[in-house]
T-cell receptor, first 113, second 114 residues
Framework: GEQVEQLPSSLIVQEGASVLINCSYT??????FPWYKQEPGKRLQFIID?????ERKQTQRLTLLFDKKTKHLSLHITATQPGDSAIYFC????????????FGKGTSLTVIP | GPKVLQIPSHQIIDMGQMVTLNCDPV?????FYWYKQILGQQMEFLVN????????KSKLFKDQFSVERPDGSYFTLKIQPTALEDSAVYFC????????????FGPGTRLLVL
């Protein structure tokens, strides 16, 4: 089945820095890639998504890049704030009609004030 | 944004007992999901549910697992009987549509089987 890998597993940065989270997947049939953020003790919160017919999507301080050939995504977060501290999950969904998400193990981001 | 609720937040039971995890999905959503996350591991898909039926399930969805949503009430995951390896956090999610539609997650139920 689909396998999703994320790197790095953890990041610690100073407030204001930019970070890059990489995600790769294995199944070329995956077509939809939502990302979620999970703050300690809280639920997964949808932050951004991209579909396989796109290469780039940007919302506020988030930029998500998608390379279909290499099966790779990267999430760029600029001007990080302490409130960005959370675990970030990449996920992939196949185009099977009833979508199941395959999740990466997450990247733990800590932003130091 | 839309909120999915899960009850209880924590549950401790003895191996072999039955447990029911409850999910209150977003009110107008039609598709419902359960995921399992063992401590330190990634979240894994268990099952999705639509129109009163299981649409797809993974190999983790053992015969001891069942789901239902009677009369539009809670979407439930029942495990009977429980095993030690069922200890995990179980996340419920719901979505309005099926294909490439955002899933909204609940806060999870932490299940510990002793």
């Amino acid at each position: 089945g689909e396998q999703v890998e994320q790197l790095p597993s953890s990041l610690i940065v100073q407030e204001g820095a930019s970070v890059l989270i990489n995600c790769s997947y294995t199944d070329s049939a995956s077509v939809y890639f939502p990302w979620y953020k999970q703050e300690p003790g809280k639920r997964l919160q949808f932050i951004i998504d991209i579909r396989s017919n796109m290469e780039r999507k940007q919302t506020q301080r988030l930029t998500l890049l998608f390379d279909k050939k290499t099966k790779h995504l990267s999430l760029h977060i600029t001007a990080t704030q302490p409130g960005d501290s959370a675990i970030y999950f990449c996920s992939a969904s196949l185009n099977t009609g009833y979508q199941n998400f395959y999740f990466g193990k997450g990247t733990s981001l800590t932003v130091i004030p | 944004g839309p909120k999915v609720l899960q009850i209880p937040s924590h549950q401790i039971i003895d191996m072999g007992q039955m447990v029911t995890l409850n999910c209150d999905p977003v009110s107008n959503h039609l598709y419902f999901y359960w995921y399992k996350q063992i401590l330190g591991q990634q979240m894994e898909f268990l099952v999705n549910f639509y129109n009163g039926k299981v649409m797809e399930k993974s190999k983790l969805f053992k015969d001891q697992f069942s789901v239902e949503r009677p009369d539009g009430s809670y979407f439930t995951l029942k495990i009977q009987p429980t095993a030690l390896e069922d200890s995990a956090v179980y996340f419920c999610a719901s979505s309005l549509g099926q294909n490439q539609d955002t899933q909204y997650f609940g806060p999870g139920t932490r299940l510990l089987v002793l």
